[in-house]
C-alpha cells in the first residue's frame, strides 16, 4: 500500500486556512483521495486540551513555554493519528503545522526559527508535509478579517501588528528556503479563486 501524503495550509490568522481547508477537502474526496482533516493545536484530545490553555485569553506564558507547549501538542498529533492515517494509505490535511511554530515563534517570539526547527524535529520524528500551501495575505487585511468575524481574539490573535509583520516576513522567508514543498497563494482573492489556486498547487500530486 503507497504511503499517503500530508497536505499542510499555513499563514497568518485570518488569512482563511479554514475556508480553504473545508473547500479543499471536497475536492479531494470528489477525486477519490480517502482523507482526514485535522487541525493544530489539536486534532486528538491531548492536543485539544494543550491548544484551550495555549489560547486562553489573558494567560501569560512566556515564549519558551509556548513553543514546547505547541511542540507537545505536534508530538501527540504526529503519533496518535498523522503517522497512523499516512501508513494506512490516507491523506492528512491539516490545518497549521512545523511553520507555524517556526513564524510564530521562532520569529514572532523572537526565539530563533532554527531553535524551534530543532524541537519540532524531535516533537515529529523528522515528519515533513508532502506539500504546504502558504496563504498570503497582508497581516491589516488578515487582522480587519478577524475584525469581522466578531469572535473575540484569543491570546495569540491579540498581538501588535511588529509581532504580525515578523511572522508573514518569516513565512515568505520558508516559502523562498522550499519552493518545492512551500506554494504561496495570493488569499486576498475570493475564495474559489483560492481553492482553485490550490488545487493547481497539488496537480502533480493527483490521482
Known amino acids: 500500500m503507497a504511503r499517503g501524503r500530508l497536505i499542510t495550509v499555513e499563514g497568518l490568522d485570518g488569512a482563511g486556512k479554514t475556508t ?18 485535522l487541525r493544530e493545536p489539536g486534532g486528538v484530545e491531548v492536543s485539544e486540551r494543550i491548544r484551550t490553555l495555549v ?8 515564549g519558551r513555554a509556548e513553543a514546547l507547549l ?62 504546504t500551501l502558504l496563504l498570503r495575505i497582508d497581516p ?13 481574539a484569543d491570546r495569540l490573535e491579540a498581538e501588535d501588528e511588529r509581532f504580525f509583520a515578523a511572522i508573514a516576513a518569516a513565512y515568505d522567508e520558508l516559502a523562498r528556503a522550499e519552493p518545492a514543498r512551500v506554494r504561496t497563494l495570493d488569499a486576498s482573492g475570493p475564495p474559489d479563486e483560492v481553492l482553485a489556486a490550490a488545487l493547481e498547487a497539488l496537480a502533480d500530486m493527483l490521482p
Open 20 to 37: 480553504l481547508v473545508v473547500a479543499l477537502a471536497r475536492a479531494l474526496e470528489a477525486r477519490g483521495i480517502a482523507l482526514d482533516v
Open 55 to 62: 489560547k486562553e485569553p489573558g494567560l501569560e506564558i512566556g
Open 70 to 131: 505547541y511542540a507537545a501538542a505536534r508530538a501527540q498529533l504526529v503519533d496518535a493519528a498523522l503517522e497512523p492515517a499516512l501508513a494506512a494509505g490516507r491523506w492528512v490535511l491539516l490545518d497549521r503545522f512545523v511553520d507555524s511554530s517556526l513564524a510564530y515563534q521562532g520569529a514572532g517570539r523572537g526565539l530563533g526559527i532554527e531553535a524551534v526547527r530543532a524541537v519540532n524535529a524531535f516533537a515529529t520524528g523528522g515528519l515533513t508535509p508532502d506539500r
Open 140 to 152: 491589516a487585511t488578515g487582522r480587519a478579517r478577524q475584525d469581522g468575524r466578531g469572535d473575540g
